[in-house]
């Protein structure tokens, strides 16, 4: 059988949609994958590994990446040049998710240049390409890379030569399996028998060694991509590195960093230790004098740029290659950043490279989102200036005092949250957990009810007219039950942990941490506990109200048995006779009980002849056919039986889902917690991101480029037959241009100092 066309497999549903992040069996498999990659990172780390079968001399190592050479006649050492001398290279990050939004950014980078509306010249495709973490969701396993991420690279850019370079780090996805796809797809160029090339991933070539690389451009420009691992720390090796590189480097070098993740976001957000990999890699390129102008990061799924006035910093996050969307309304303002300033030892090279931080005061400095007027800060360096500053530092102004934009805006990020309250609608088997717990908890909170007659059993008998009452005493019911079944204890106060324990509260002091934790933690639980009991008594009201219909209809069948064929007629014997027995049975240890209790004399034996003689089994059921059918409580217990796990699992599951999204609603809103984790479950595809990067001897020019609606699959076609392709020779092709657009107006960033070839 002849395989399918990619426009037949996408048809037919076979690429991968959004990951849905709460499926049961996927949280349990990312929990436990998460668990052991934490482990094997800190015994088993990759990139001491890489460093150890990386055999070239130093000299080789420090200047693989060196495209400086505008004049190089080896492709292989320089980036293609356009007019004025200008070069590009692209950045995209958080990548290998949905297919639709994977191929349609794939699509656009691929080709030779993008039109965008307000931008007089097309955007030139970048002759590298920078990945910048997260690669593939949601577990970095060989075939996950080649389902979401090769195989929609491969047919947007399908041409059978690679074109352009590649250059990824890692994020915490792709270091869930200990980095191993991560190095043997991106890092393969490090084999000896490869000729310095890796693989090839549509028209571009895997060039890197290592999770982590430095980027020799012209003009004195530097791109460092950094490996942070899970936040924790830069490797000996790595620092050895970038040391090395930062020799190569001095005061008139510019300098951009590139991120797995915004730690400058998440320091300020959970009080990280940022010495652990922002400050210290920062350090090592501030002792050289070299000039940091931007530092660009993922894993957050959407677009922000925040600046520092008094470092004169853009610090960009753009995570929309393709993954689910992060919401934006919940960033703040303003946010401060702890900057290494060199000492005079550092600036002497006294320090040690093992401790790069050292010779270094610790400066903090506000990061602002939104720079509509200028800090005290800028105010007072302006008055410091002559009155008619040059033609570039007036650039440079403007450059400075923009107003920054997020992606989407916060207001549709705001509105966007509210579709959590479907949460049950787009995640229904993460409901059927959920009534699972409550169909545990109050089958057991049910059964001490009738062992120890809590209620005097006026929960079993509950009717229209005394629910709410029972509603009313349900606390007092369930206090009595704690107290006398451990089990009961263990599920509730379990759940109760669970619930504290998940509360996000990571921004506030320690005292209030802990207060937030309980507070919140406990107001979801009394939430879920009403749910659960009162949905519990409301399927017991309802197997009343049903179990003289359904009575009615089993004496039926049970006494019209007769007229059945032997074989049906044997099922519905075996089936309902034992009921009739035990009932019997029942009726006949209540009689002996009561006798004993009226003579004062210790329940006998059925062959005591001192006792009124019992009627035998088979003489009552005859009996009960003749008269009033089968025993009413019996079916009642059926009923609930069977009927009770199938409410609670799925009707139950669905309301628990349900107040499940309306916690994270009000805490997204109120208290600015869980947003990231109730976009997840949304899965929005839409408002993808990337940027792309124009460098010239004086500057460089970032054009954010934005996507606010993701096209669907019936957007796409094959490529017409007799035509001739675009230079890229997608395999899925486009039925209408797709509408991209400038996030914000081009970010320009000017070099130190005048470019000298």
């Known amino acids: 059988m002849a395989e399918k066309s990619p426009i037949e497999k996408l048809n037919s549903g076979e690429m991968p949609g959004l990951v849905g992040w709460y499926e049961p069996r996927l949280l349990a498999r990312v929990g436990m994958r998460t668990i052991i990659s934490s482990v094997f990172g800190q015994y088993a780390d990759q990139r001491l590994i890489q460093a150890a079968t990386d055999v070239a001399p130093i000299e080789t190592i420090i200047n693989r990446y060196n495209y400086s050479d505008i004049r190089s006649e080896d492709p292989e050492r320089r980036v293609a040049l356009g007019e004025n001398g200008a070069f590009w290279i692209d950045y995209i990050a958080d990548i290998g998710d949905g297919f639709e939004p994977t191929y349609t950014t794939a699509y656009l980078l691929a080709q030779p240049h993008i039109k965008i509306d307000g931008v007089e010249e097309p955007l030139t495709a970048g002759s590298i390409l920078i990945m910048g973490g997260d690669q593939c969701y949601p577990q970095a396993t060989r075939e996950e890379y080649k389902a979401r991420l090769q195989t929609p690279y491969d047919w947007a850019y399908n041409v059978p030569a690679p074109e352009r370079k590649l250059f990824a780090i890692p994020g915490n996805h792709d270091w869930y399996d200990g980095l191993s796809a991560f190095d043997s797809l991106f890092c393969s160029a490090r084999d000896r028998m490869s000729q310095q090339n890796g693989n090839k991933i549509g028209g571009w070539q895997c060039k890197q060694h290592r999770s982590y690389w430095a980027i020799e451009l012209p003009y004195r420009w530097w791109i460092w991509g950094c490996d942070i691992q899970f936040s924790q720390y830069l490797d000996i090796s790595q620092v050895n590195y970038f040391e090395a590189i930062a020799g190569l480097m001095g005061p008139g070098d510019n300098l951009i960093i590139c991120l797995a993740e915004p730690t400058w976001m998440i320091a300020d957000d959970?009080?990280?230790?940022?010495?652990?990999?922002?400050?210290?890699?920062?350090?090592?390129?501030?002792?050289?004098?070299?000039?940091?102008?931007?530092?660009?990061?993922?894993?957050?799924?959407?677009?922000?740029?925040?600046?520092?006035?008094?470092?004169?910093v853009h610090l960009f996050t753009a995570g929309g290659g393709g993954s689910f969307l992060h919401p934006t309304h919940t960033l703040k303002n303003e946010i401060s950043i702890t900057w290494p300033n060199p000492t005079a030892q550092a600036a002497e090279g006294l320090e040690t490279k093992f401790a790069p931080e050292a010779g270094m005061t610790a400066e903090r400095h506000d990061l602002r989102l939104k720079n509509n007027t200028p800090n005290a800060e800028t105010s007072e360096t302006t008055e410091a200036e002559p009155e008619q500053p040059s033609r570039r530092e007036a650039r440079r102004r403007?450059?400075?005092?923009?107003?920054?934009?997020?992606?989407?805006?916060?207001?549709?990020?705001?509105?966007?949250?509210?579709?959590?309250?479907?949460?049950?609608?787009?995640?229904?088997?993460?409901?059927?957990g959920i009534g699972f717990i409550y169909w545990m908890i109050t089958w057991q909170f049910y059964s001490v009810a009738g062992q120890h007659n809590i209620s005097n059993g006026q929960i079993d008998v509950v009717k229209p007219e005394t629910y709410w009452g029972l509603i009313a005493y349900m606390p007092l019911y369930l206090i009595q039950a704690l107290l006398v079944s451990i089990s009961l204890v263990a599920m509730m106060g379990g759940l109760w942990i669970l619930l504290c324990s998940y509360v996000d509260s990571v921004e506030r002091p320690r005292w209030k941490h802990y207060f937030v934790k309980i507070f919140v933690g406990s107001a979801h639980f009394l939430a879920h506990t009403f749910a659960m009991f009162s949905l519990g008594l409301a399927f017991v009201l309802f197997h009343n109200e049903i179990t003289p219909t359904i009575k009615t209809q089993v004496d039926k069948i049970w006494q019209d048995r007769a007229q059945q064929p032997n074989i049906v007629r044997d099922v519905i014997t075996e089936t309902l006779e034992p009921i009739t027995r035990q009932a019997i049975e029942q009726r006949q240890i209540i009689e002996r009980e009561d006798i004993s209790r009226r003579t004062g004399r210790p329940i006998p034996l059925p062959r005591d002849k001192e006792l009124p003689p019992l009627r035998p089994i088979t003489e009552t059921v005859t009996q009960a056919e003749e008269g009033g059918g089968l025993p009413y409580k019996e079916i009642r217990q059926i009923v609930g039986f069977v009927m009770y796990p199938i409410e609670m699992i799925f009707i139950g599951g669905f309301i628990g889902a349900f107040l499940w999204g309306i916690y994270w609603v009000l805490a997204g809103c109120l208290m600015r917690m869980h947003t990231e984790d109730a976009f997840a479950a949304l899965r929005i595809g839409d408002y993808r991101n990337f940027l792309r990067m124009k460098f010239e001897p004086d500057k460089v020019t970032i054009y954010p480029i934005g996507l606010d609606k993701t096209p669907k699959r019936n957007f796409w076609m094959a490529p017409p037959r007799g035509k001739t392709p675009p230079p890229h020779n997608p395999q899925l092709v486009a039925t209408r241009q797709i509408p991209a657009k400038l996030i914000e107006e081009p970010i320009v960033i000017y070099s130190v100092s005048e470019y000298r070839p």
Do not use: M
Request: proline share 4%; charged share 20%.
């Open 270 to 312: 959970q009080g990280f230790d940022e010495d652990t990999n922002f400050f210290k890699i920062t350090s090592i390129a501030r002792r050289r004098g070299v000039n940091i102008c931007a530092v660009i990061a993922g894993d957050w799924h959407h677009y922000n740029r925040y600046y520092a006035p008094g470092i004169d």
């Open 398 to 432: 403007r450059a400075q005092q923009r107003t920054a934009k997020v992606y989407p805006s916060k207001t549709t990020s705001f509105f966007l949250s509210l579709k959590g309250l479907f949460f049950p609608f787009t995640n229904y088997f993460f409901g059927v």
